[in-house]
C-alpha cells in the first residue's frame, strides 16, 4: 500500500493558513498557478529550485507557520 505524498498536503496547508488561492500561492513563490496546481494534485513535484523558494517562503512565515517546514518535508530531505 502506497502512502499518500507529503507536499501536496503541505500546499493544501499552507494555502489554508494563509488563506490564499493556488493562483495567489503561485504569485507569493514566483511560479505559475499551473505550476501549483500540479504539486497540490500529485500530479509533478518540485524541482530542486522549487523546493528552495518553497522552504525560503515557509522561513520567512511566522514562527507557527515554519513547522510545516518540519511536518511535511524534514523526513524526506534532512538539512545538511
Known sequence: M???PKFPNLMRELRKRLGLSQEQLAHQLGVSFQTVNR????RATPSKMG????EQFLMEMPTQDQ???EQYLSEQEPNR
Do not use: A, F, H
Not at 504539486?39 to 500529485?42: F, H
Open 39 to 42: 504539486w497540490e494534485n500529485s
Open 67 to 69: 513547522e510545516l517546514w
Open 2 to 4: 502506497t502512502e499518500r
Open 51 to 54: 523546493m528552495k523558494l518553497i
